[in-house]
């Protein structure tokens, strides 16, 4: 399974991002899919993830209320879009995958998590 992110820049705080993730190998529907970020000298964490079939999503604290967690199944793809980005926002973001077939769970916690991308830097300029 190869997941790879895009999407990500430099913005200036209060700007808008979509990041992207395509997903290959395995079939896209057995996916519960996340999103992680990773600040320089923090540990990995959660920042939204989604169900098989797009019918729940969930958020971190930080983040509910800006960011948006969407998935296309036709076209094997998982998004973030970004609103009213912060300076805190500044990561790299990893999409994430792991199979959990019909059923919906939600998952936060980074080991939960099978199949990760190579990620993409956000940079919010004050």
């Known amino acids: 399974v190869q997941l790879v992110e895009s999407g990500g820049g430099l913005v200036q705080s209060g700007d808008s991002l979509r990041l992207s993730c395509i997903v290959s190998?395995?079939?896209?529907?057995?996916?519960?899919m996340g999103w992680f970020r990773q600040a320089p000298g923090k540990e990995r964490e959660f920042v939204a993830g989604?169900?098989?079939?797009?019918?729940?999503?969930y958020y971190a604290d930080s983040v509910r209320g800006r960011f948006a967690i969407s998935r296309d199944n036709d076209k094997a793809a998982v998004y973030l879009q970004m609103n009213s980005l912060k300076p805190e926002d500044q990561a790299v973001y990893y999409c994430?995958?792991?199979?959990?077939?019909?059923?919906?769970?939600?998952?936060?916690?980074?080991?939960?998590?099978?199949?990760w991308g190579l990620g993409t830097q956000v940079t919010v300029s004050s």
């Open positions: 994430a995958a792991v199979p959990t077939y019909s059923g919906t769970y939600y998952y936060t916690l980074p080991d939960q998590y099978d199949f």
């Open positions: 190998g395995g079939a896209f529907t057995m996916y519960t």
């Open positions: 989604i169900s098989w079939n797009g019918g729940n999503s």
